[in-house]
């Protein structure tokens, strides 16, 4: 099985890739400068306190306000709060707790008045960011994500990831970090820790101390609003936590964004930073990759199952929606009974790779074909629980079928959704159903080529136009491409984008750079003329 990572570089960010043995099981877009992130930690102020809710509504710069419950301050709060309240007023110099002496645990059963009143700063994280129209939910249980431990300020415990079975690794494991670990701190050991040495353990502790104290030196200057400690991107975060042994390559179009992967990696797996590669093909990467196409494919409110079966995805404001449908796959089996267990079984799997590359998350439906016999209902739903439990890193529930057929699901949501419109809005006539002739783009295409080399004097062309356009123009040995060469005595390279409707295109020059383009008028006709 093969595990690789693609990386496109954007104007506005960069568009992230994971694909298991060629097919895209997660798919991101990292917004340039993208805010309250999940992980960020900023000092926020009390703009409400709602004691019918036993919450508050922090002020951390979001156009609407934060949410935060009272039983997300967490047990540790009144230590976060005293030792905040230190460093503001340069009482305590410094970010280690060595010294600090802890204040009791609250009471789990308490009120939100008795901790926060309006005006109060409090440093907070996010711990879901933004959603539809509700602010970001906040936590002051504080922690720092590293590749193999989360360091946990005001606490002393030693968590160990319940998926390290082992109990003499998970003694070694606890016995290592209770020799390491600062005072004041404590830690959860990750899934990823297992068979680690000391070295490495300790490298990834030292790291997130300094984040902790780097965040803590803002502190004592800081403005309400102010971000302390920074999540990583999404890239960086997205190869801290999925990255193992089994990653084959990060591919990356973009020399800056390259090389920052290359140092990451270098730093938290040294042996493993030879699989990023810098890829310079003349086709898009995501195009090269086939990704654009699955993109497409994956994202619309259909989705094709491979043997002949499909899904229907009707998203709701309260929950998701998924109908199984059999189509043309009922002409191919002998009953009933066995089309619907042939076909569950893939959507089975196709609904947990959907959940993962959607990122959907709250309350799912599955209505899946109706079957009779006992031991298909659970022969799919280990089918999903197995599949979500091997891939999916976000905390869910599958509930086995019911009487009716239908599978509830409900999985984390700690980001919007992602949601790619598939369906193109027509570039010649802009939605309003009626178009110039299509054929007349090829006219389009000329002109501009003409006006480019002739007018403009352009030395090189790049031409990025629909795969069938690309087509045409390639066709046969002495090719239109090839008349533009004797024409004009300069090469026009043609790329296929799959991305662009069949009457869209693009020029681009030497330096990869769009030429903006007048709209080019063909010769009028006879009768426009008069």
């Known amino acids: 099985m093969s595990n690789e990572l693609i990386i496109s570089a954007a104007q506005e960010g960069c568009r992230i890739a994971l694909l298991r043995d060629k097919t895209l099981v997660e798919f991101h877009q990292d917004e340039e400068g993208s805010k309250f992130v999940v992980g960020d930690i900023y000092l926020g102020t009390v703009k409400k306190v709602v004691q019918g809710l ?47 002496h802890r204040e009791k645990d609250i009471d789990k059963h308490g009120k939100i008045g008795q901790q926060l009143a309006k005006g109060q700063l409090v440093p907070v994280q996010i711990v879901k960011e933004p ?71 300790d490298k990834d502790l030292r790291t997130l101390v300094k984040m902790w104290d780097d965040g803590i030196a803002r502190m004592v200057s800081a403005n309400s609003r102010d971000k ?82 499909y899904l229907i995805i009707e998203h709701t404001e309260a929950l998701h929606v998924i109908d199984v449908n059999s189509g043309n796959k009922s002409n191919r089996e002998e009953n009933q009974e066995t089309t619907a267990v042939s076909v569950n079984v893939e959507a089975a799997r196709e609904v947990a790779r959907q959940l993962r590359l959607r990122d959907m998350g709250g309350i799912i439906v599955v209505d899946f074909i109706d079957m009779r016999n006992p031991e298909h209902k659970k022969l799919i739903y280990k089918t999903i629980s197995d599949e979500m439990a091997a891939h999916d890193r976000a905390k869910h529930t599958v509930l086995p079928l019911s009487k009716f057929g239908l599978m509830q699901i409900t999985r984390e949501r700690v980001r919007p959704q992602v949601n790619i419109v598939t369906k193109e809005t027509c570039p010649s006539c802009n939605g309003t159903g009626k178009i110039t002739a299509s054929i007349l783009v090829t006219d389009q295409i000329e002109n501009a080529i003409d006006h480019l080399f002739v007018k403009q004097n352009e030395k090189q062309l790049v031409l990025a136009l629909h795969p069938f356009l690309h087509a045409f123009y390639t066709r046969g040995i002495f090719s239109q491409r090839v008349r533009w060469y004797f024409k004009y005595r300069r090469w026009v390279e043609l790329v296929k984008d799959t991305s662009l409707g069949i009457t869209e295109f693009h020029f681009l020059n030497k330096d990869g750079e769009e030429i903006e383009l007048g709209t080019p008028k063909s010769e009028p006709s006879p009768l426009e003329a008069d």
């Open 131 to 201: 959603i539809s129209t509700k602010g970001p939910r906040l936590s002051c249980e504080l922690s720092l994500a590293g590749r193999y431990l989360v360091l946990v300020p005001f606490s002393s415990a030693i968590s160990v990831s319940k998926r390290i079975t082992s109990g003499e690794e998970r003694k070694r494991l606890h016995r290592l970090i209770q020799s390491i670990k600062p005072e004041n701190f404590g830690v959860i050991i990750r899934t990823v820790a297992e068979g680690k040495e000391v070295a490495e353990l």
């Open 228 to 309: 302390l400690i920074g999540e990583l991107s999404k890239t960086s975060s997205l190869l801290r936590d999925v990255l193992n042994e089994s990653y084959d390559n990060v591919h990356v179009d973009d020399k800056k964004i390259f090389e920052e992967v290359k140092e990451y990696i270098h730093r938290i797996a040294p042996e493993k930073d030879k699989i990023v590669k810098l890829y310079t093909g003349k086709a898009k990467i995501f195009e090269h990759y086939g990704i654009e196409k699955q993109i497409k494919s994956a994202f619309g409110q259909t989705v094709s199952l491979r043997g002949g079966g």
């Open 54 to 100: 036993n919450a508050a509504f922090i002020d951390i710069g979001y156009e609407k306000d934060a949410f935060l419950h009272y039983l997300d301050l967490g047990p540790q709060f009144g230590s976060l709060q005293k030792f905040t309240k230190l460093v503001r007023s340069k009482k305590i110099t410094g970010s280690r707790l060595d010294k600090f």
